[in-house]
């Protein structure tokens, strides 16, 4: 069976929105191997969902930049629930566009969480042993169940309090990312 590479928000969002190169290239390496069989790429519907709510995050705070807002406007007018649905529905077809090329015309794997009771277990354990927020706590017990091989992420915190549960990768840090370049995709 092929390993199964499992990607967090952070990179979807690197890739998504061309903010990181060396992270972009990574995955551009990955959709490759992807595409040939060599790995399987996952995901978690839980991320799908925060990288749709990232996205409109995104396209809003552009908006305020383009208004010439501060920062600090541009975080109060996101508390106007009507003000950020009209720029958000702008953006929708847009947002919509690109997680669905993604994920969908990637054949990206997204796992949810089997409806086992031992997955509660999991989830009291991640929450409470690793310090997890619940929507971190979700993303990795979703990993584990579907016996992700490797952990891609940006979250330094969330790589670092799993590192006994998952191989993670922050590849936001130079000698993360360097490492997964020669440990995993040298070896795949």
């Given at each position: 069976?092929?390993?199964?590479?499992?990607?967090?928000?952070?990179?979807?969002?690197?890739?998504?929105?061309?903010?990181?190169?060396?992270?972009?290239?990574?995955?551009?390496?990955?959709?490759?191997?992807?595409?040939?069989?060599?790995?399987?790429?996952?995901?978690?519907?839980?991320?799908?969902?925060?990288?749709?709510?990232?996205?409109?995050?995104?396209?809003?705070?552009?908006?305020?930049?383009?208004?010439?807002?501060?920062?600090?406007?541009?975080?109060?007018?996101?508390?106007?629930?009507?003000?950020?649905?009209?720029?958000?529905?702008?953006?929708?077809?847009?947002?919509?566009?690109?997680?669905?090329?993604?994920?969908?015309?990637?054949?990206?794997?997204?796992?949810?969480?089997?409806?086992?009771?031992?997955?509660?277990?999991?989830?009291?354990?991640?929450?409470?042993?690793?310090?997890?927020?619940?929507?971190?706590?979700?993303?990795?017990?979703?990993?584990?169940?579907?016996?992700?091989?490797?952990?891609?992420?940006?979250?330094?915190?969330?790589?670092?309090?799993?590192?006994?549960?998952?191989?993670?990768?922050?590849?936001?840090?130079?000698?993360?990312?360097?490492?997964f370049r020669r440990t995993v995709l040298q070896a795949i």
């Amino acid at each position: 069976m092929a390993q199964i590479v499992f990607i967090d928000t952070g990179v979807i969002l690197d890739y998504l929105e061309n903010r990181n190169a060396a992270v972009k290239s990574i995955l551009e390496q990955l959709l490759y191997l992807h595409k040939n069989g060599r790995v399987v790429l996952a995901t978690s519907v839980f991320n799908i969902a925060e990288t749709i709510d990232k996205e409109f995050d995104i396209h809003f705070g552009g908006w305020g930049l383009t208004q010439k807002m501060s920062f600090d406007e541009i975080s109060r007018m996101r508390r106007d629930r009507r003000l950020f649905a009209e720029v958000s529905g702008r953006n929708k077809s847009r947002v919509q566009k690109n997680v669905d090329r993604f994920a969908s015309q990637n054949e990206i794997t997204v796992f949810s969480l089997p409806p086992e009771a031992q997955q509660y277990e999991q989830l009291y354990n991640l929450i409470y042993r690793y310090q997890l927020q619940s929507q971190d706590a979700l993303i990795v017990a979703a990993a584990l169940a579907n016996k992700a091989t490797y952990f891609l992420s940006n979250d330094l915190e969330l790589v670092r309090k799993t590192r006994d549960v998952l191989d993670g990768y922050n590849l936001r840090d130079e000698g993360s990312l360097d490492a997964f370049r020669r440990t995993v995709l040298q070896a795949i």
